[in-house]
């Protein structure tokens, strides 16, 4: 009885411990992956490739879009709206060999810090906002995370 009540003084004069129990929490960033919208001047009516370039936050990866296991969540880009824009399908990078440091036998396929995908399209004159999302699955080197879905928008312009 006399513990539980040291143990509940000891809770109530120390405001802070909860906070230092969660506190690598707020140390993740809340986007793994950037993305800055770059506008992107094609022929119109003809085939174009569009670069969509991504960047990782410094000590995270993420599975490249043939990651080496069926268990491994890959990267991949979906088309949301293409409005007057066909698009094929997307080019992905080659990924990156990586390995944590208690297995080092075991190479995993990723992409850190900056990679592009490439879009094949055709598009009608004029300007042409194309919209995605890039699903992907962020790890550091303890740990991977779940998977989030990144929303982006490519300015496109077709004359």
Sequence with gaps: MIRLALAALLLLATPSLPAQLNMNASDKPHAYITYAAEPQTIPAGKHATLDIRFHMQPGYHVNSHTPKSELLIPTTLTITSANGVVADQPAYPAGKPYSFSFDPTDKLDVYSGAFTIKLPVTAQPGDRPLTASLRYQACDNAAC????????????TAK
Excluded: D
């Excluded at 929303?151 to 496109?156: D, E, K, N, Q, T």
């Design 145 to 156: 995370y779940p998977p989030r879905t990144l929303a982006i928008s490519v300015p496109i």
